[in-house]
């Protein structure tokens, strides 16, 4: 699916300045339907006197509507906000600052993006842990292909970010990480948004076992990778919230 041309238009209709506005979903991981909306995800930044003062501004802005029969979820968070998430382990803000699919950037973007190695350690495992738990529970009760998939990309994606320090969210990257089958599934879910698993595909105990499996390759990858404990970013996020924040 392509993106429409007037994703640029977005950023600058916002009611505070936007840092950064990027393109996440199933676009970032390799497996967008033809009718897959667009989640647009990025930091806005709150003047002083809705910081410093009594009434404090909108941490997280969320929004969602359909422009020309593409529906766009929107979602921003303050600068300061993010950059709490980023040294929290969480995989969603790394992935959402280092995609690919850039709509609106800034100084303060590529300075961010710069930063985002100072802030990876070998807990982001928990992450995209917990995250392919909840998708394989959802799989198992929908029987819906877009969380096998949602489970199967989370596992690659922690792996290679344990062994090798890279964040790649891209499932069709990361196939050397899954089953052979995966490129099907792929297939699959780029026809229809909401479809299940194709028939005779791969059994069910086939499915478990190979979820089980890269499990374990993340929870090894985890233990034995070379990523450090604890973020070493903090003082530089801290400076560049001020002077965001300064510059209004």
Not at 51 to 77: F, I, K, N, Y
Request: glycine content about 8%.
């Amino acid at each position: 699916m392509k993106l429409p041309g007037w994703l640029a238009e977005i950023p600058g209709e916002q009611p505070y300045p936007v840092v950064f506005a990027t393109v996440s979903g199933a676009h970032l991981y390799g497996f967008p339907s033809v009718d897959s909306d667009v989640d647009l995800r990025g930091v806005h930044v709150l003047p002083v006197e809705e910081v410093a003062g009594l009434r404090h501004g909108p941490e997280t802005l969320s929004r969602m509507w359909t422009r020309d029969g593409v529906e766009v979820d929107l979602v921003t968070h303050d600068a300061a906000k993010f950059c709490r998430l980023l040294l929290g382990r969480n995989g969603y803000v790394l992935e959402q600052l280092l995609s690919p699919l850039v709509v609106a950037s800034s100084p303060a973007h590529a300075e961010l993006a710069a930063l985002a190695s100072g802030c990876l350690t070998r807990h982001h495992a928990h992450h995209y842990l917990g995250f392919a738990r909840t998708q394989w529970r959802l799989f198992q009760k929908t029987g819906e292909l877009k969380p096998l998939l949602y489970t199967f990309r989370v596992l690659a994606t922690g792996t290679h970010l344990m062994r090798t320090g890279e964040l790649q969210a891209d499932l069709t990257r990361l196939y050397a990480y899954g089953p052979a089958y995966l490129p099907e599934l792929v297939a699959a879910k780029q026809a229809a948004e909401h479809g299940v698993l194709p028939r005779g595909l791969a059994p069910g105990e086939d499915l478990e076992a190979d979820v089980e499996r890269m499990t374990r390759t993340l929870e090894a990858a985890r233990d034995s990778s070379a990523l450090p404990e604890r973020a070493t970013a903090e003082a530089a996020l801290h400076d560049l919230v001020v002077r965001a924040r300064s510059r209004g």
